[in-house]
């Protein structure tokens, strides 16, 4: 027991330093450049002096630091080294900075050739001492990564990158690793002329700008910005400089321009307004704008607080672990290395607490981790907090914006709105004397009228920019836009007014409102002219061939029922029934009668004759039920065809104009309506994108050369059709009477205001627009301008009267025509008739034909009312009689004729 205590009791004697503690003095090497911020220094004095003083729980008891400083540190080859040795030779726990990238470089060489702990607080893009440095900035590729992070949350489809030097270039680097396939448009800021730099940055069209350079460099850039009016809410800038909050930009977001920035430092937090309080009582703060009276703290002065405060915090863990950190002399000349060095090192890389900048931890290499950056804003109000970064969790916002956009909302108030059109009747049209007018009071229209009645809702002003482009197309190749689109791309407008579709491409790139036309593809086509009704037209509701089949059944059954007829016994009768033996039987049915009987039918006239026998009823009701059916049909069909305006159209819809191939057909080049008929699937709409797309004569520049390629009936041997929006054909039909929309519409789309991309006047207007629907004004000025204005409802849909016209006599002449020949060939019959007669008269009283036909006519029309007339002349009346008596009936047989006696 004694030997082991003895044993202990040796050991513990044998390290006289564990017990004699921390020396009263541990001398650090704080080296600052000579372009350093005073405030850099000051906060290093100040974080000495406190830990000296005992004010806070860091303080080493019974020891002071004692700061070996060297400001205006040259980073040369010579007088660099000699400094750093000189100070290395008294012995120092540590090195803090330098803070520039030469110094910095040298001074890491120095520490690790001595096996000094070099502590930096500066961005390095090298870490060429991995066994004695630490660095409490962000690694190079830690905030390539927030950066990334940001425009990626952002959803920026392009920026530009504009840098200060060559160091700006290598840092932005890690950015452009981390964009893949998205490349920004890379700018040197021109020092001198910053305007010239930010004239190229326009010229490109981007509105998504990273700012990578020092703080007034930004301001610098911002401030020519929002001269040549680039610090709209169409405006977004990253910046890379930590010390935005130094920044005065509340003039600059006046516009509502967005500026978003990391930082590592919460300018609200106690600790950090305390610290920076101390450090401003050594020497007043030397802030670059004077930031209202805020504490003009920048990241560098809370870097290198931290780091003295990381030191301090290691030798105290040290000591806790049983190392004395006792500096000790080295000499570089002897290639010397301090003893301790290495497990200071250690210890200062397990070292974690919370300092001015966050939480301060290391990996293994020395690199700074478990970063958290502070993703904030300048708003109206003041710097916001909006979010946080760290690599875990990426980008998160959590600030509630709701009251800031209903500021932002209302900014459309009292607010000049410039506003790109187009010429397009009705939409936008020039007033007839647009001379003797100014601004806006030149043009007229429905957009017009819907404009006024926003500006009056929601308070603001406008100004109509006319323009002749298009509204914009995307090129397949080089996927850059065109027309109207481009313009708002470019932030040349604040919006697009006109007939212009929303699709999805073009909701890619800009924003729209509520459509406040709603429409669909239509098919517009000559109008045919009308066709002079034939003099037979009356035979038109039936085809040929079914009169041809109606003319052979009246044959086939006239035949059939002289055959039937002649064939039952039923249809036999006795002429004379008083007298049974008459030896006469009689048949109504001869090949004429039935031919009569079958013709009254059909013309529903009906005859005398009427059959006895049930088979011949049977044929006869079979006969009546066809003549039915046919004159019903016929009546049916006679009254729609003659009572309607018919035209002959070669097409009636879509498919029509696919299976045919004497009309071409095209659309608006460029337009939403291609766009629909490329992007289809439908097989008869992919039918006819191929078509149109084969000849580049099929595309029109504009809807009036469509309509002009229509009415001129120019690309084909039948004309030219032209796919358009519904709506516009709609006005170009009711004014013009010789062209017509065929079909119904193809698609369901509409027209909308454009806005460039995150426009605050979006949904405003769209709320106006929705509210004007509900109350009708819409379609008030629809009814205006498409029904009223300029000669509307010119042209009438004949299908859509409620009425029906007079039938002309060039409709029903040919009925006419057969009633006069029927009447001139019933008295050819009847002439014949009477010659025919005439010629079989007895001889004693035959006389010439043209004095019988004389005598007839006279007697006809001397007595018009009379329905008997004497059959023969009163001089041979007796003769007649005599003859009469004389004449005896002829015993006929009934066995000639095949019938029983009692038949």
């Given at each position: 027991?004694?030997?082991?205590?003895?044993?202990?009791f040796?050991?513990?004697?044998?390290?006289?330093?564990?017990?004699a503690?921390?020396?009263?003095?541990?001398?650090?090497?704080?080296?600052?450049?000579?372009n350093?911020?005073?405030?850099?220094?000051?906060?290093f004095?100040?974080?000495?002096?406190?830990?000296?003083?005992?004010r806070?729980?860091?303080?080493?008891?019974?020891?002071?630091?004692?700061?070996?400083?060297i400001?205006d540190?040259?980073?040369?080859?010579?007088?660099?080294?000699?400094q750093?040795?000189?100070?290395?030779?008294?012995?120092i726990a540590?090195?803090?900075?330098?803070q520039r990238?030469?110094?910095?470089?040298l001074?890491?060489?120095i520490a690790?050739?001595?096996?000094i702990?070099?502590?930096?607080?500066?961005?390095?893009?090298?870490?060429?001492?991995?066994?004695?440095g630490?660095?409490?900035?962000?690694?190079?590729?830690?905030?390539?990564?927030?950066?990334t992070?940001?425009i990626?949350?952002?959803?920026w489809?392009?920026?530009a990158?504009l840098?200060?030097?060559?160091?700006?270039?290598?840092?932005a680097s890690d950015?452009?690793?981390?964009?893949?396939?998205?490349?920004?448009?890379?700018f040197?800021?021109?020092p001198?002329?910053?305007?010239?730099?930010?004239a190229?940055?326009?010229?490109?069209?981007?509105?998504f700008?990273?700012?990578?350079?020092?703080?007034k460099?930004a301001?610098?850039?911002?401030?020519?910005?929002?001269?040549?009016?680039?610090?709209?809410?169409?405006?977004?800038?990253?910046?890379?400089?930590w010390?935005?909050?130094?920044?005065?930009?509340?003039?600059?977001?006046?516009?509502?321009v967005?500026i978003?920035?990391l930082?590592?430092i919460?300018?609200?937090?106690?600790?950090?307004?305390?610290a920076?309080?101390?450090?401003?009582?050594?020497?007043?703060?030397?802030?670059?704008?004077?930031?209202k009276?805020?504490?003009?703290?920048?990241t560098?002065?809370?870097?290198i607080?931290?780091?003295v405060?990381?030191?301090?915090?290691?030798?105290?863990?040290?000591e806790?672990?049983g190392?004395v950190?006792?500096?000790?002399?080295?000499?570089?000349?002897?290639?010397?290395?301090w003893g301790?060095g290495?497990?200071?090192?250690?210890?200062?890389?397990?070292?974690k607490?919370k300092?001015?900048?966050g939480?301060?931890?290391?990996?293994?290499?020395?690199?700074?981790?478990?970063?958290?950056l502070?993703?904030?804003?300048?708003?109206?109000?003041?710097?916001q907090k909006?979010?946080?970064?760290?690599?875990?969790?990426?980008?998160?916002i959590?600030?509630?914006?709701?009251?800031?956009?209903?500021?932002?909302?209302?900014?459309?108030?009292?607010?000049?709105?410039?506003?790109?059109?187009?010429?397009?009747?009705?939409y936008?049209?020039?007033?007839?004397?647009?001379?003797?007018y100014?601004?806006?009071?030149r043009?007229?229209?429905f957009?017009?009228d819907?404009?006024?009645?926003?500006?009056?809702?929601?308070n603001?002003?406008?100004?109509?920019?006319?323009?002749?482009?298009?509204?914009?197309?995307q090129?397949?190749?080089?996927?850059?836009w065109?027309?109207?689109?481009?313009?708002?791309?470019?932030k040349?407008?604040?919006?697009?007014l006109?007939?212009?579709?929303?699709?999805?491409?073009?909701?890619?790139?800009?924003?729209?409102?509520?459509?406040?036309?709603y429409?669909?593809?239509?098919?517009l086509?000559?109008?045919?002219?009308?066709?002079?009704?034939?003099?037979?037209?009356?035979?038109?509701?039936?085809?040929?061939?079914v009169?041809?089949?109606?003319?052979v059944g009246?044959?086939?059954?006239?035949?059939v029922?002289?055959v039937?007829?002649?064939?039952?016994?039923?249809?036999?009768?006795?002429?004379?029934?008083?007298?049974?033996?008459?030896?006469?039987v009689?048949?109504?049915?001869?090949?004429?009668?039935?031919?009569?009987?079958a013709?009254g039918?059909?013309?529903?006239v009906?005859t005398?004759i009427?059959?006895?026998?049930?088979?011949?009823r049977?044929?006869?009701?079979?006969w009546?039920?066809?003549t039915?059916?046919?004159?019903?049909?016929?009546?049916a069909?006679?009254?729609?065809?003659?009572?309607?305006?018919?035209?002959?159209?070669p097409?009636?819809?879509?498919?029509?104009?696919?299976?045919q191939?004497q009309?071409?057909?095209?659309?608006l080049?460029?337009?939403?309506?291609?766009?629909?008929?490329?992007?289809?699937?439908?097989?008869?709409?992919?039918?006819?994108?191929?078509t149109?797309?084969a000849?580049?004569?099929?595309?029109?520049?504009?809807?009036?050369?469509?309509?002009?390629?229509v009415?001129?009936?120019?690309?084909?041997?039948?004309?030219?059709?032209y796919?358009?929006?519904?709506i516009?054909?709609?006005?170009?039909t009711?004014?013009?009477?010789s062209?017509?929309?065929?079909?119904?519409?193809?698609?369901?789309?509409?027209?909308?205001?454009?806005?460039?991309?995150n426009s605050?006047f979006?949904?405003?207007?769209?709320v106006?627009?929705?509210?004007?629907?509900?109350?009708?004004f819409?379609?008030?000025f629809?009814?205006?301008?498409?029904?009223?204005?300029?000669?509307?409802?010119?042209?009438e849909?004949?299908k859509?009267?409620?009425?029906?016209?007079?039938?002309?006599l060039?409709?029903?002449?040919?009925?006419?025509v057969?009633?006069?020949?029927?009447?001139?060939?019933?008295l050819?019959?009847?002439?014949?008739?009477?010659?025919?007669?005439?010629?079989r008269?007895?001889?004693?009283?035959?006389?010439s034909?043209?004095?019988?036909?004389?005598?007839?006519?006279?007697g006809?029309f001397?007595?018009?009312?009379?329905l008997?007339?004497?059959?023969?002349?009163a001089?041979?009346?007796?003769?007649?009689?005599?003859?009469?008596?004389?004449?005896?009936?002829?015993?006929l047989?009934?066995?000639?004729?095949?019938?029983?006696k009692?038949?």
């Amino acid at each position: 027991m004694l030997s082991c205590i003895y044993i202990i009791f040796c050991g513990f004697l044998c390290q006289p330093r564990l017990v004699a503690g921390l020396p009263e003095t541990v001398k650090i090497a704080g080296i600052f450049d000579e372009n350093v911020s005073q405030q850099t220094y000051d906060a290093f004095r100040y974080a000495i002096q406190g830990i000296n003083e005992g004010r806070r729980s860091l303080a080493l008891p019974g020891t002071k630091l004692v700061p070996r400083i060297i400001q205006d540190f040259k980073a040369d080859l010579f007088t660099g080294p000699q400094q750093i040795c000189a100070i290395a030779e008294e012995g120092i726990a540590a090195i803090f900075g330098p803070q520039r990238r030469l110094s910095s470089s040298l001074m890491a060489s120095i520490a690790n050739s001595t096996a000094i702990p070099h502590l930096m607080t500066r961005w390095r893009i090298k870490e060429d001492h991995p066994n004695t440095g630490v660095n409490l900035h962000p690694h190079h590729t830690v905030l390539g990564r927030a950066h990334t992070a940001l425009i990626r949350h952002f959803n920026w489809t392009s920026f530009a990158l504009l840098y200060d030097d060559a160091e700006s270039l290598i840092r932005a680097s890690d950015l452009l690793d981390g964009m893949n396939e998205l490349r920004p448009d890379v700018f040197k800021i021109n020092p001198t002329n910053v305007t010239t730099t930010l004239a190229d940055v326009k010229a490109s069209g981007v509105s998504f700008i990273v700012l990578d350079c020092p703080g007034k460099v930004a301001y610098k850039v911002l401030k020519a910005a929002q001269k040549m009016k680039m610090t709209t809410y169409y405006f977004h800038y990253i910046l890379t400089t930590w010390d935005i909050h130094l920044l005065d930009l509340e003039e600059i977001v006046q516009d509502f321009v967005n500026i978003t920035a990391l930082q590592m430092i919460d300018v609200e937090d106690l600790q950090l307004i305390k610290a920076a309080k101390g450090w401003g009582a050594v020497e007043p703060v030397r802030a670059a704008t004077g930031d209202k009276g805020k504490l003009g703290v920048t990241t560098e002065a809370a870097l290198i607080y931290d780091s003295v405060q990381l030191l301090v915090k290691s030798v105290r863990r040290a000591e806790e672990e049983g190392l004395v950190v006792t500096p000790e002399p080295v000499f570089c000349s002897r290639r010397q290395k301090w003893g301790q060095g290495g497990d200071l090192y250690r210890h200062i890389l397990n070292t974690k607490f919370k300092g001015l900048t966050g939480e301060v931890s290391f990996d293994r290499l020395g690199h700074r981790s478990n970063v958290r950056l502070h993703v904030v804003e300048p708003l109206r109000f003041g710097l916001q907090k909006v979010g946080y970064w760290t690599v875990n969790s990426g980008v998160k916002i959590d600030f509630n914006y709701t009251g800031y956009r209903t500021i932002f909302q209302n900014s459309i108030k009292n607010k000049l709105l410039r506003v790109l059109v187009k010429l397009e009747n009705p939409y936008i049209m020039e007033k007839p004397n647009a001379s003797l007018y100014e601004g806006n009071d030149r043009y007229r229209g429905f957009c017009i009228d819907m404009l006024h009645n926003l500006s009056l809702t929601l308070n603001f002003s406008y100004e109509l920019v006319v323009s002749d482009l298009s509204y914009g197309d995307q090129d397949p190749d080089t996927k850059e836009w065109n027309g109207l689109v481009r313009e708002l791309i470019d932030k040349k407008g604040d919006m697009v007014l006109g007939a212009m579709s929303i699709t999805r491409d073009r909701e890619e790139v800009v924003d729209f409102s509520q459509p406040f036309l709603y429409l669909g593809v239509r098919i517009l086509l000559k109008k045919p002219e009308k066709k002079t009704p034939a003099l037979f037209a009356f035979l038109d509701p039936l085809s040929v061939a079914v009169w041809i089949f109606i003319l052979v059944g009246f044959l086939v059954m006239s035949c059939v029922m002289f055959v039937i007829g002649r064939f039952s016994p039923y249809e036999w009768y006795n002429p004379n029934p008083c007298v049974e033996e008459a030896g006469v039987v009689e048949n109504q049915f001869s090949i004429f009668n039935a031919m009569w009987f079958a013709i009254g039918s059909l013309m529903q006239v009906g005859t005398e004759i009427a059959p006895r026998a049930i088979s011949t009823r049977f044929l006869a009701g079979i006969w009546w039920f066809f003549t039915m059916i046919i004159v019903g049909s016929y009546t049916a069909n006679l009254a729609a065809y003659l009572t309607a305006e018919r035209m002959q159209l070669p097409i009636e819809n879509a498919h029509d104009l696919v299976e045919q191939n004497q009309i071409k057909y095209g659309c608006l080049e460029g337009g939403a309506t291609c766009k629909f008929f490329e992007r289809s699937v439908y097989p008869d709409y992919v039918r006819m994108w191929d078509t149109i797309k084969a000849d580049p004569n099929n595309f029109v520049k504009s809807h009036a050369e469509g309509v002009a390629r229509v009415k001129e009936a120019k690309g084909g041997p039948k004309g030219y059709a032209y796919l358009m929006e519904s709506i516009t054909m709609e006005y170009i039909t009711s004014r013009d009477c010789s062209v017509i929309g065929i079909g119904n519409p193809l698609d369901t789309k509409g027209y909308g205001v454009a806005f460039p991309k995150n426009s605050p006047f979006r949904k405003e207007i769209s709320v106006s627009i929705l509210t004007q629907q509900d109350k009708g004004f819409l379609e008030e000025f629809r009814v205006k301008w498409w029904k009223t204005e300029d000669g509307g409802n010119t042209c009438e849909d004949v299908k859509a009267t409620s009425g029906t016209n007079a039938m002309g006599l060039d409709m029903v002449g040919g009925v006419f025509v057969v009633v006069l020949l029927g009447v001139g060939l019933g008295l050819i019959v009847a002439l014949v008739e009477f010659t025919w007669k005439a010629k079989r008269n007895p001889e004693d009283y035959k006389e010439s034909l043209a004095k019988e036909i004389w005598k007839t006519l006279k007697g006809a029309f001397r007595h018009p009312f009379a329905l008997s007339k004497p059959l023969v002349r009163a001089s041979t009346a007796r003769q007649l009689c005599e003859d009469d008596v004389s004449t005896t009936v002829p015993n006929l047989t009934h066995q000639g004729h095949g019938f029983s006696k009692n038949f």
